[in-house]
């Protein structure tokens, strides 16, 4: 597939455990992006890539979520310590850079997370 | 701060109607605007994208426009097919500069077109 894969779908876990989540982003895509989908809520935006340049970490919620990426490919999204607000669908989405912003975003499935 | 907003939250059609969703925003400053479509349990598929400096994009049976001075956007879905249920979902790029890479989403509209 030459899609953006996440994994794992589903994680269903206790409140107070860590968490990470993985992207595969789109071979070529240089900006990778991370969002979180709570239940009746849009989209928020949490981090984003961009290549070798310094992350945009403006949309972390709290310093217990973290996230890194190894050049242009796979990134991973930590969560230290879950709450139960921390629930929600993550998405992660990238896009090539080309023109810069005039690409559109690709999205993979994301990760469904539940905290007990 | 951008603010999106979709009207209705909730439309229910017969199969075969034109419909029209809509999508607004707060700050005109963008640099696109992009429609998506989300199935249950599944990620975003893009659907059109409009250049803040287009007014429209056409895509099959779908038409989305731009109004970029009021803060509107619309999606028109032609000869609606039950296979077109889903949440579709508006997002705003902000014009260049800090977060320009970010996307704005509304909270989307849930169409069902019933057979």
């Known amino acids: 597939g030459a899609g953006v894969s996440q994994s794992p779908s589903n994680k269903v876990t206790e409140k107070g455990k860590d968490v990470e989540l993985r992207c595969d982003p789109i071979?070529?895509?240089?900006?990778l992006y991370w969002y979180r989908q709570r239940l009746g809520q849009g989209l928020e935006f949490l981090i984003y890539?961009?290549?070798?340049?310094?992350p945009d970490k403006s949309g972390l919620p709290s310093d217990r979520f973290s996230a890194e990426r190894t050049g242009e490919s796979v990134s991973t999204l930590t969560i230290q310590r879950t709450q139960q607000e921390d629930s929600a669908v993550y998405l992660c989405?990238?896009?090539?850079w080309g023109q810069g912003t005039r690409q559109p975003q690709h999205f993979g499935d994301g990760t469904r997370l539940s905290i007990l | 701060k951008q603010e999106v907003t979709q009207i209705p939250a909730a439309l229910s059609v017969p199969e075969g109607e034109n419909l029209v969703l809509n999508c607004s925003f707060t700050?005109?400053?963008?640099?696109?605007l992009q429609w998506f479509r989300q199935d249950p349990g599944k990620g975003l598929t893009s659907l059109l994208l409009?250049?803040?400096?287009?007014r429209e994009q056409t895509s099959g049976r779908l038409n989305a426009s731009l109004d970029k001075s009021s803060g509107r956007s619309t999606l028109y879905i032609a000869a609606s097919q039950p296979g077109d249920s889903a949440t579709y979902l508006c997002?705003?790029?902000?014009?260049?500069?800090?977060?320009?890479?970010?996307?704005?989403f509304g909270k989307g509209t849930k169409l069902s077109v019933i057979p």
């Open positions: 989405a990238s896009s090539p």
């Open positions: 700050d005109s400053a963008i640099y696109n």
């Open positions: 409009i250049q803040s400096s287009q």
């Open positions: 997002a705003v790029r902000g014009a260049p500069g800090a977060g320009s890479y970010q996307l704005t």
């Open positions: 071979s070529g895509h240089t900006a």
């Open positions: 890539f961009q290549g070798n340049s310094a």
